[in-house]
């Protein structure tokens, strides 16, 4: 019902940069607010930043201040975000996630997880 198409990961050496795109798609009634999180090889999955769709706010892990940037494009359904000075701390795998509603007869609520996409950075 719901979709979610990451893009934009790869190998990258420190201090450089990437920028991640999630297009969502499906029966979306409405998106409340849309999010990137990582996993690094034996971490849990923890939050990296999320923007609400309404009034654009945002919300950043402190590790990430300064360097990554997410947006929204409305009406493309669409959040990037823009990863800049690179860590190699930053090595995960980047997923987009999405609160939206959906039409199932009535609007419910909905969370969605991209397939993931990964981020090494690396010399």
């Known amino acids: 019902q719901v979709q979610l198409v990451e893009s934009g990961g790869g190998l990258v050496q420190p201090g450089g940069s990437l920028r991640l795109s999630c297009a969502a798609s499906?029966?979306?009634?409405?998106?409340?607010?849309m999010g990137w999180y990582r996993q690094a090889p034996g971490k849990q999955r923890e939050l990296v930043a999320t923007?609400?769709?309404?009034?654009?706010?945002?919300n950043y892990t402190d590790s990430v201040k300064g360097r990554f940037t997410i947006s929204r494009d409305n009406a493309e359904k669409t959040v990037y975000l823009q990863m800049n000075s690179l860590k190699p701390e930053d090595t995960a795998v980047y997923y987009c996630?999405?609160?939206?509603?959906?039409?199932?007869?009535?609007?419910?609520?909905?969370?969605?997880w991209g397939q993931g996409t990964q981020v090494t950075v690396s010399s």
């Open positions: 996630h999405a609160a939206v509603a959906i039409r199932v007869g009535n609007i419910l609520p909905h969370s969605e």
């Open positions: 499906g029966s979306i009634f409405g998106i409340y607010a």
């Open positions: 923007i609400t769709w309404s009034g654009g706010s945002t």
